[in-house]
């Protein structure tokens, strides 16, 4: 008897999927804002952040491919004003997301509110409540 006979055969094939373009866009801004957390709860921890990049293939002293692991910089999402009040701006695409109509920044206050701060635009994200939204043009 076939081995093969004994298994339930089918034609199915995977469904190819065209890709949104909303939740590409969404799904990067969130891996932005867990990024800005982590950074954000290890300073306040008094601790250094330094997420691995993705494997990178170099060649050793035998000519041989391998592969290794560096570190990836992580830009600092958030800034003090004159006053020394913490602010928060989410980018997207290297340009500053608009949380509303000429707003693109949030008042942290201190230092120590903005990883919750950051879990509350990882919900909104998560909800689309800025799905509608794009980076301003600042020329």
Known sequence: MSVLKTLKLSNAAPIATAGDPLARARDKLLGSLADQRAFASAVVASELYVP???????????????????????????????????????????????????KQAVEVGSLDNLPSVIDTLIEAVRAGELDAQSPSDKS
């Open 52 to 102: 691995p990049k993705n494997l990178v293939s170099r060649k050793n002293d035998a000519g041989e491919r391998v592969r290794v692991e560096v570190s990836r910089r992580v830009r600092k999402g958030w800034f003090e004003d004159g006053a020394g009040t913490v602010h928060f701006a989410a980018r997207v695409g290297g340009k500053p997301l608009e949380l509303a109509k000429g």
